[in-house]
């Protein structure tokens, strides 16, 4: 090759030996110069992919994020194919200049003058077309990508929903929350930029590298040895970018976590008016993603400089390279300049490339934390060949079960065996810890024995659907929770579809119709966040008449009536009773007064059944049951609530 120097002889005989490989190895010669610049391509990117991970892991990983273009494969054609077009555009312009430079500008001026209406024609054709490529890119691109991240939130929300109550008591709403909506945002972005950015970059690397060969090999050489110093550069510059990356999403999920936590109790902070607490706690975690963030944008303001350094180099060898070739007389003037203005084609993909690194790693982060969430499997699932619980008469018996959570070895309950006859009323009494509650968690699956069974109308509840399961069950419970909206929308969540008239019917059975006609609003009355506009009393039997509504043939009654005043546990108790009416009922109770007509009341501590038996045995018994009956009715309610 004239005019190189030994160096450039060295990289050349590289070269030639890359090519006699490839030729072994099956490959044609297109394939051995393809390969350098598309090698640039990808490893830019998938250098950030953790190579801790098995082939295998990244695979299955590579394999799930396409799944998501599968409803798209039109548009995500559609938006290859513009890319494809705006690249060869691109790529034909300094061929179009080259052509007309040595060509037609040469003729006589009637010819070129003759020639400038079509060739004017032709360019505006052309630059229309890139116009409607690139409207096709910005908005449907985008709208595919925002698509997928709906049906990425979708599936998301969806688990979440399966997830059983364990993976909850172990995590945060605010984490979750940034799962579902930060994370979901930077995987969008990639979805849609990650694809075209890829295929327009390699493109336009690839065509331009191939007309760079042709218009002078060797300066072309001198240039991919700057650029291979380039590429290494920026793979290990991203290996250590990427841990950084991950602790932001980490970071931030933590702010989330205290915004949540902060917002959640802010009658709490208020009450104690511990707003200073709260604002350190917040500033801890706040300034803990600031300094992660810092970090990041250290390390990327070194990445991009030492890149525009490179990108210098690239321009400073050709100059010099190619005003030495000029003077040897292997260049004319205006192959350099042809020159340069694909070196400009090749050097901004290059820069592309660069900057979609961070939103690469951005989106890879935010799609393993998506993936790892998908992948957590619910503690209670159903048996491949569950069958759904049908005409319920509401026997129900737990034959010695044992339970214990997961973390937690030791035994919450152990070996408990109670039998309740259908339509009969028990209630469970005993100090707090005892497992009463979690006792009463099992019966609809919210948590799964781990010794033992239950059995409803002789049926494991194993073998059951979880929805005829949880259908066949009410629950009242002491901390009442409100969704957002109107009274009417409260209620009427306790059967979907339910008509104006049984929404009235289930409220008037409730205790609570004439309170809610009295309203302004009516049923259409917004309760507030979690019903904060609304009293305990009048939250409770908002509770309760979706029950009615619901209508179970089960009942639990996870003291319904402990956190009200007497008037309101009055009026509750006369709902509560009316609901109970043919039902099996389990009530959970603090205050004995509400279970004195119970057909059996079970007294349970730790250590397992105390004793049982109705309300007069018991205290004929004059045991636990009866002290804790007589602290009671002796005035010493602070006492008895603290220990029962």
Same mark, same amino acid.
């Given at each position: 090759?004239?005019?190189?120097?030994?160096?450039?002889?060295?990289? @050349?005989?590289?070269?030639?030996?890359?090519?006699?490989?490839?030729?072994?190895?099956?490959?044609?010669?297109?394939?051995?110069?393809?390969?350098?610049?598309?090698?640039?391509? &990808? #490893?830019?990117?998938?250098?950030?992919?953790?190579?801790?991970?098995?082939?295998?892991?990244?695979?299955?990983?590579?394999?799930?994020?396409?799944?998501?273009?599968?409803?798209?494969?039109?548009?995500?054609?559609?938006?290859?194919?513009? @890319?494809?077009?705006? #690249?060869?555009?691109?790529?034909?312009?300094?061929?179009?200049?080259?052509?007309?430079?040595?060509?037609?500008?040469?003729?006589?001026?009637?010819?070129?003058?003759?020639?400038?209406?079509?060739?004017?024609?032709?360019? &505006?054709?052309?630059?229309?077309?890139?116009?409607?490529?690139?409207?096709?890119?910005?908005?449907?691109?985008?709208?595919?990508?925002?698509?997928?991240?709906?049906?990425?939130?979708?599936?998301?929300?969806?688990?979440?929903?399966?997830?059983?109550?364990?993976?909850?008591?172990?995590? /945060?709403?605010?984490?979750?929350?940034?799962?579902?909506?930060?994370?979901?945002?930077?995987?969008?972005?990639?979805?849609?930029?990650?694809?075209?950015?890829?295929?327009?970059?390699?493109?336009?690397?690839?065509?331009?590298?191939?007309?760079?060969?042709?218009?002078?090999?060797?300066?072309?050489?001198?240039?991919?040895?700057?650029?291979?110093?380039?590429?290494?550069?920026?793979?290990?510059? /991203?290996?250590?970018?990427?841990?950084?990356?991950?602790?932001?999403?980490?970071?931030?999920?933590?702010?989330?976590?205290?915004?949540?936590?902060?917002?959640?109790?802010?009658?709490?902070?208020?009450?104690?008016?511990?707003?200073?607490?709260?604002?350190?706690?917040?500033?801890?975690?706040?300034?803990?993603?600031?300094?992660?963030?810092?970090?990041?944008?250290?390390?990327?303001?070194?990445?991009?400089?030492? /890149?525009?350094?490179?990108?210098? *180099?690239?321009?400073?060898?050709?100059?010099? #390279?190619?005003?030495?070739?000029?003077?040897?007389?292997?260049?004319?003037?205006?192959?350099?300049?042809?020159?340069?203005?694909?070196?400009?084609?090749?050097?901004?993909?290059?820069?592309?490339?660069?900057?979609?690194?961070?939103?690469?790693?951005?989106?890879?982060?935010?799609?393993?934390?998506?993936?790892?969430?998908?992948?957590?499997?619910?503690?209670?699932?159903?048996?491949?060949?569950?069958?759904?619980?049908?005409?319920?008469?509401?026997?129900?018996?737990?034959?010695?079960?044992?339970?214990?959570?997961?973390?937690?070895?030791?035994?919450?309950?152990? =070996?408990?065996?109670?039998?309740?006859?259908?339509?009969?009323?028990?209630?469970?009494?005993?100090?707090?810890?005892?497992?009463?509650?979690?006792?009463?968690?099992?019966?609809?699956?919210?948590?799964?024995?781990? @010794?033992?069974?239950?059995?409803? +109308?002789?049926?494991?509840?194993?073998?059951?659907?979880?929805?005829?399961?949880?259908?066949?069950?009410?629950?009242?419970?002491?901390?009442?929770?409100?969704?957002?909206?109107?009274?009417?929308?409260?209620?009427?969540?306790?059967?979907?579809?339910?008509?104006?008239?049984?929404?009235?019917?289930?409220?008037?059975?409730?205790?609570?119709? +004439?309170?809610?006609?009295?309203?302004?609003?009516?049923?259409?009355?917004?309760?507030?966040?979690?019903?904060?506009?609304?009293?305990?009393?009048?939250?409770?039997?908002?509770?309760?008449?979706?029950?009615?509504?619901? =209508?179970?043939?089960?009942?639990? *009654?996870?003291?319904?009536?402990?956190?009200?005043?007497?008037?309101?546990?009055?009026?509750?108790?006369?709902?509560?009773?009316?609901? #109970?009416?043919?039902?099996?009922?389990?009530?959970?109770?603090?205050?004995?007064?509400?279970?004195?007509? @119970?057909?059996?009341?079970?007294?349970?501590?730790?250590?397992?059944?105390?004793?049982?038996?109705?309300?007069?045995?018991?205290?004929?018994? /004059?045991?636990?049951?009866?002290?804790?009956?007589?602290?009671?009715?002796?005035?010493?309610?602070?006492?008895?609530?603290?220990?029962?």
């Amino acid at each position: 090759m004239p005019g190189m120097g030994g160096p450039w002889l060295a990289l @050349a005989a590289t070269l030639r030996a890359h090519l006699a490989g490839t030729r072994k190895k099956g490959y044609d010669i297109g394939t051995a110069f393809l390969f350098p610049p598309m090698s640039l391509s &990808f #490893s830019l990117v998938f250098s950030t992919i953790p190579k801790g991970k098995s082939d295998k892991y990244r695979m299955r990983l590579v394999k799930r994020f396409g799944q998501y273009y599968k409803p798209y494969r039109f548009l995500f054609c559609l938006d290859m194919f513009s @890319a494809l077009v705006l #690249s060869v555009v691109d790529l034909a312009f300094p061929q179009i200049l080259n052509y007309l430079t040595k060509d037609l500008f040469n003729r006589d001026k009637e010819v070129i003058l003759q020639s400038l209406f079509y060739l004017g024609v032709g360019l &505006f054709i052309l630059y229309i077309i890139k116009y409607f490529c690139r409207y096709f890119i910005t908005s449907w691109g985008h709208i595919m990508g925002a698509r997928m991240e709906a049906d990425m939130r979708r599936d998301l929300f969806d688990h979440f929903q399966r997830l059983s109550f364990s993976y909850y008591d172990k995590s /945060n709403t605010g984490e979750m929350m940034s799962r579902l909506v930060v994370d979901l945002n930077d995987i969008s972005e990639l979805a849609h930029h990650g694809p075209e950015n890829l295929l327009i970059s390699s493109l336009k690397i690839v065509g331009s590298f191939i007309l760079l060969l042709l218009i002078h090999p060797p300066m072309t050489l001198q240039l991919f040895a700057v650029t291979l110093l380039m590429l290494i550069f920026s793979v290990q510059r /991203n290996l250590k970018m990427r841990a950084v990356y991950t602790d932001n999403r980490i970071k931030i999920a933590h702010v989330n976590s205290r915004l949540q936590d902060s917002l959640a109790g802010i009658r709490v902070v208020k009450s104690f008016t511990n707003e200073e607490l709260e604002r350190d706690k917040f500033t801890v975690s706040n300034r803990a993603f600031l300094a992660s963030k810092s970090k990041s944008y250290k390390m990327m303001g070194g990445y991009h400089s030492w /890149n525009t350094f490179f990108t210098g *180099l690239l321009y400073m060898v050709v100059v010099i #390279s190619g005003g030495y070739y000029i003077a040897q007389g292997s260049l004319r003037p205006t192959e350099l300049a042809i020159y340069i203005l694909y070196i400009n084609i090749y050097v901004q993909p290059l820069e592309v490339l660069i900057n979609f690194t961070e939103q690469f790693q951005r989106g890879y982060a935010g799609f393993k934390r998506f993936i790892d969430v998908l992948d957590t499997p619910p503690d209670i699932v159903e048996k491949p060949h569950a069958v759904p619980l049908q005409r319920v008469r509401g026997e129900i018996e737990f034959k010695n079960v044992s339970f214990h959570y997961e973390d937690e070895p030791e035994e919450v309950i152990s =070996n408990i065996s109670i039998k309740i006859e259908a339509g009969q009323h028990v209630a469970l009494v005993g100090p707090s810890g005892a497992g009463k509650t979690t006792l009463c968690n099992l019966l609809p699956r919210f948590y799964d024995v781990t @010794a033992g069974a239950i059995t409803i +109308d002789g049926v494991d509840i194993r073998d059951v659907t979880l929805e005829s399961l949880r259908r066949a069950i009410g629950i009242v419970q002491q901390d009442v929770y409100l969704f957002g909206g109107s009274i009417g929308e409260n209620i009427a969540y306790g059967k979907v579809g339910a008509t104006k008239e049984e929404i009235i019917a289930a409220a008037k059975k409730a205790n609570i119709h +004439d309170f809610i006609c009295s309203l302004e609003e009516g049923y259409d009355t917004y309760v507030g966040e979690r019903g904060v506009r609304l009293s305990g009393g009048q939250k409770q039997r908002i509770s309760i008449a979706r029950v009615f509504l619901k =209508n179970p043939p089960i009942l639990i *009654l996870d003291e319904a009536t402990s956190a009200l005043d007497n008037e309101s546990e009055r009026f509750i108790q006369q709902s509560l009773d009316k609901l #109970s009416r043919d039902r099996t009922t389990i009530v959970i109770a603090h205050r004995l007064s509400t279970i004195r007509n @119970a057909d059996e009341i079970i007294v349970i501590t730790g250590e397992g059944i105390n004793e049982r038996g109705s309300h007069e045995e018991l205290l004929s018994n /004059n045991s636990l049951y009866a002290h804790y009956y007589n602290m009671q009715f002796e005035g010493l309610e602070g006492l008895k609530e603290e220990h029962i």
